[in-house]
Nanobody, 112 residues
Framework: QVQLVESGGGLVQAGDSLRLSCAAS????????MGWFRQAPGKKREFVGS????????SYSDSMKERFTISRDNAKNTVYLQMNSLKPEDTAVYYC?????WGQGTQVTVSS
């Protein structure tokens, strides 16, 4: 069974950094793109960025590309989301996704 498990969320202050992880199990995803999304309270889920497993090519939402970086470790079947200079508006549940599979999400709360 394919599973995605996010981790690394927490409560931080504005200006801090966090690195989220998304560990994939059940199969390899070399031909896929892994995406990060987030959903703030009362808002729609929005695209953060993605990475293609095989090439490492990344793509980002324009509003986040200056502060967020996605990377992957193929040996660990894990994708990372490095978030710097966090702002209160980054507060959300962050999800990883591949194809139709979603993780359970990890909460990120940024205090001002």
């Amino acid at each position: 069974q394919v599973q995605l498990v996010e981790s690394g969320g927490g409560l931080v202050q504005a200006g801090d950094s966090l690195r989220l992880s998304c560990a994939a199990s059940g199969q390899t995803f070399s031909g896929y793109a892994m995406g990060w999304f987030r959903q703030a309270p009362g808002k729609k889920r929005e695209f953060v960025g993605s990475i293609i497993w095989s090439s490492g090519t990344t793509s980002y939402s324009d509003s986040m590309k200056e502060r967020f970086t996605i990377s992957r470790d193929n040996a660990k079947n894990t994708v990372y989301l490095q978030m710097n200079s966090l702002k209160p508006e980054d507060t959300a549940v962050y999800y990883c996704n591949v194809a139709t599979i979603w993780g359970q999400g990890t909460q990120v709360t940024v205090s001002s």
